[in-house]
C-alpha cells in the first residue's frame, strides 16, 4: 500500500528543503487573504499575521517529531491511525480530503474573482461556474490521461508567483521605509475578539501547507538535521513576506474591503500596468497550482480505496492510461461542487477548520507515540509533551473563529467519516507499517 499526499507536485524528494517549504507555504492564498485581514483588523491586520506564524510555529514542533518516526509516505493518515488506530485514522483521512478540495474550492473562487475584476463586463453566475469547471476539469482530464507536468512548468510557476510578491514587497518597503506608521493600543483592541478568532483562522490558512513537504520524510535525507532547519527557515521567510504585504495593503488601500488586494496595492504604487502584471500572476499562480494539487490529490482517495478504506472502485486503475480514473472524477467533482456552493472566503475557512483537526490530533499523536515507542532513535523536540498539548490547544481554540455553515459542513464529514467506519470494520485488518 502506498500514499500520495497532494504536496509540492514538480518538486523531487531529494531537492526538498527550506525552499520546497516555502513553495509549500507561499501558494494563491496571498493573493486573496491580506483583504479579509484587513476588512476584520484594520491597521493591526500585520500583527495577526505575525501571531498566526508564532501559532504554527508551535503547531510544527510537534507535527515534526511525528512525521520523523515514519518512512512510509502517508502524512497525518497514516499518523493517527498508528497513534489512535482505524476509527481516528478514518476520521483524518476523510478530514485531510476536505481540507484538499476546499482549498481547490477557495482557489477556484480567487481566480474568478481577478479575471471578473479585468474584463469588461461582469459575468453571471452561470459564466462563472462554467470557468471553475473548466478550470478543475483541465488538469483532471489530463491527470486521467496519464499527463504529467514537467519540472520547467513547475519553475515557471513558482517564478510566476514569487516575483510579483517579492517586488511588491520591495517596493513597499521603500516606499514606507522613511514614513513608518505606529499602530496604537486601541487599533489592536477595538476589532474585538471575535474578528481576532476569525482572523486568526485566514492566518492559519495562509500558512498551511507547510506539512506537505514531509510527506515523504523517508526519502528527505538527514531529517532529523534537516527538517527543523527547512520548516523553521521557511516559515521565518514567509512569515516577513506576508507580514510587509499585509503591512503593505493597509498602507496603501487603507481599511476598504477588496477581493483582491494586492493587485489594488500594485496599482496605487505602479500604476495600472503594475496592476495588471500582478493580476496576470495570481492567476497563472492560482490555476498552477489547482492543476498540480488535480495531478497529484486524487491519490488520497486512491490511497484509502487500497488500503479497504473506501470502496474498491476507486482502487481500480484505468486499463489504457493505468491512472486511478474514478478517484480522479470523484475528487474533481466533489471539488467543483464544493466550489459552487460558496466564495473565496467561506471555502478558504472551511479548509483551515478541517486543517486544524488534524493538526490537533497529530499534535496529541505525539505523546502516544512517545508511550508506544519511548526508546525509538528519532527526532525528539525539547519539551515535546508540552508543545503537543499546546498545539492541540490553540488548533480546537482557533475553531471559534468559524461561522456555523462551516462548523455544520465539519459536523458532517464526521458522520461520514464514521458511517465509513462502519463500513470497513467488518473486514479490516490493522496493516504493518514501516517506520
Keep these: 500500500m502506498w500514499f500520495l499526499f497532494a504536496s509540492c ?42 501571531c498566526a506564524a508564532l501559532c504554527m510555529a508551535v ?14 509516505s502517508g ?41 471578473s475584476t479585468i474584463l469588461p463586463s461582469p459575468m453571471n453566475i452561470w459564466v462563472r461556474d462554467s470557468i471553475i469547471a473548466i478550470l478543475i476539469a483541465a488538469p483532471a482530464i489530463a491527470n486521467y490521461l496519464g499527463v504529467q507536468t514537467g519540472s520547467a512548468l513547475s519553475n515557471a510557476i513558482t517564478i510566476a508567483k514569487l516575483s510579483p510578491l517579492l517586488l511588491l514587497a ?21 476589532p474585538g475578539l471575535s474578528n481576532w478568532a476569525r482572523a486568526m483562522v485566514f492566518g492559519l490558512f495562509l500558512f498551511g501547507g507547510w506539512e506537505d513537504a ?47 488586494p494586492l493587485p489594488a496595492a500594485a496599482s496605487v504604487l505602479l500604476g495600472r500596468g503594475g496592476a495588471l502584471f500582478v493580476f496576470i500572476a495570481a492567476m497563472v499562480s492560482i490555476a498552477g497550482w489547482i492543476a498540480a494539487d488535480l495531478l497529484n490529490a486524487p491519490r488520497l482517495v486512491y490511497s484509502l480505496a487500497a488500503a479497504r478504506d473506501f470502496p474498491s472502485l476507486f482502487a481500480k486503475l484505468h486499463d489504457r492510461f493505468h491512472t486511478p480514473a474514478a478517484a480522479i472524477v470523484l475528487y474533481a467533482l466533489m471539488a467543483w461542487v464544493l466550489a459552487v456552493s460558496g466564495g473565496f472566503l467561506w471555502a478558504a475557512a472551511l479548509s483551515a477548520g478541517s486543517t486544524m483537526i488534524y493538526y490537533a490530533v497529530t499534535c496529541a499523536s505525539l505523546i502516544r507515540l512517545r508511550q508506544l515507542r519511548p526508546d525509538l532513535d528519532v527526532l525528539r523536540i525539547p519539551v515535546g509533551s508540552t508543545l503537543s498539548v499546546l498545539g492541540s ?35 479490516y485488518d490493522e496493516p504493518t507499517h514501516r517506520v
Excluded at 510544527?60 to 512510509?72: G, H, I, W, Y
Design 170 to 190: 520591495v517596493i513597499g518597503l521603500l516606499h514606507f521605509a522613511k514614513e513608518p506608521q505606529i499602530t496604537h493600543i486601541s487599533e489592536i483592541t477595538s
Design 75 to 115: 502524512g497525518p493518515y497514516l499518523y493517527v491511525r498508528y497513534a489512535f488506530g482505524h476509527f481516528a485514522s478514518i476520521q483524518i483521512g476523510w478530514f485531510h480530503l476536505l481540507t484538499l478540495i476546499s482549498t481547490v474550492a477557495a482557489l477556484s473562487n480567487l481566480f474568478v474573482d481577478h479575471l
Design 9 to 50: 507536485p514538480g518538486l523531487r524528494a531529494a531537492d526538498r528543503g527550506e525552499n520546497v517549504v516555502i513553495n509549500c507555504i507561499i501558494g494563491g492564498a496571498i493573493f486573496g487573504v491580506p483583504g479579509e485581514l484587513t476588512r476584520l483588523l484594520g491597521r493591526a491586520s500585520p500583527f495577526a499575521v505575525v
Design 393 to 427: 490547544a490553540i488548533s480546537i481554540a482557533l475553531l471559534t473563529g468559524l461561522k456555523r455553515s462551516e462548523l455544520l459542513l465539519m459536523c458532517v464529514t464526521v458522520l461520514i467519516a464514521a458511517v465509513n467506519w462502519l463500513w470497513t470494520k467488518r473486514h
Design 214 to 260: 514531509l510527506i515523504p520524510t523517508g526519502e528527505i535525507n538527514e531529517p532529523r538535521r534537516t527538517i527543523p532547519f527547512a520548516l523553521g527557515s521557511g516559515l521565518a521567510v514567509c512569515a516577513a513576506i506576508f507580514v510587509l504585504l499585509q503591512f503593505l495593503t493597509v498602507a496603501t488601500i487603507g481599511t476598504k474591503a477588496t477581493g483582491t
Design 59 to 72: 503547531i510544527m514542533l510537534p507535527v515534526t517529531e511525528v512525521a520523523s518516526q515514519f518512512s512510509d
